[in-house]
């Protein structure tokens, strides 16, 4: 099936700095989203980008598909920032079922 | 508001005692789908289902049952529920099923399980 790395696993910050999260996949894909899970663990929707770039206030994202990776931009980092960012894709072939395979995540903290 | 909703939010419960967790969206989306998620092995597919009454197992639907009787509700039944289905359980849902997939997917708020 389809691979999905993200990177860093780890990062902390100091508030206010600016991050970047990468995420590759092995395969093509229809789907493309980035989710953020809080301390509560809800899964925050952030991006629907199967390809091009989105802002969304702080948060911003890019995917480039024909190469297979995606960004998420965080800029001037807040605490509530804090938590595990997921990349998730759905592959190219899916038969009909539309799963996401997901990333194992990257942890962020911010630091007051 | 358009949004997937999961009930229970946290439930405590013994092996062998049969639940149902509920999920609902209001968004007329055809597909819906069932994920636990665990340390060290991510959110992974239970089951999933493509419109009414077209279920079809994912990843890991060995001791889970759904059904999907009406388009807006897609339960999660535990008939038997042992120590190793504590986990966090999210439904999703998209608008349509089918093979052009690339649709979006929103995720309802999640489900604490612990079986005891």
């Known amino acids: 099936g389809i691979q999905v790395e993200q990177s860093p696993p780890d990062l902390i910050l100091q508030e206010g700095a600016n991050s970047t999260l990468r995420c590759n996949f092995s395969?093509?894909?229809?789907?493309l989203q980035w989710f953020h899970q809080n301390p509560w663990g809800q899964l925050i929707n952030l991006f629907y980008?199967?390809?091009g770039t989105k802002q969304n206030g702080r948060l911003s994202a890019t995917t480039v598909a024909t190469e297979r990776y995606s960004l998420l931009y965080i800029s001037s980092s807040q605490t509530t920032d804090s938590g595990v960012y997921f990349c998730?894709?759905?592959?190219?072939?899916?038969?009909?079922?539309?799963?996401?395979?997901f990333g194992t995540g990257t942890r962020l903290t911010i630091i007051p | 508001e358009a949004q997937v909703t999961q009930n229970p939010r946290y439930l405590i419960t013994v092996t062998g005692k049969k639940l149902t967790v509920t999920c609902s969206q209001n968004?007329?989306?055809?597909?819906m789908s069932w994920y636990r998620q665990d340390p060290g092995l991510g959110l992974r597919q239970i089951y999933y289902?493509?419109?009414?009454?077209?279920?079809d197992k994912g990843d890991v639907p060995e001791g889970y049952k759904v059904s999907r009787k009406e388009k807006r509700n897609f339960p999660l039944i535990l008939e038997s529920p042992s120590p190793n289905q504590t986990s966090l359980y999210f439904c999703?849902?998209?608008?349509?099923?089918?093979?052009?997939?690339?649709?979006?997917?929103?995720f309802g708020p999640g489900t604490r399980l612990t079986v005891l």
């Open positions: 999703a849902s998209s608008l349509f099923a089918g093979l052009a997939g690339g649709n979006e997917q929103f």
């Open positions: 395969d093509s894909v229809n789907n």
């Open positions: 980008i199967p390809s």
């Open positions: 998730a894709v759905e592959a190219g072939t899916n038969f009909g079922n539309e799963k996401l395979t």
């Open positions: 968004m007329n989306h055809e597909y």
């Open positions: 289902s493509m419109n009414v009454e077209v279920t």
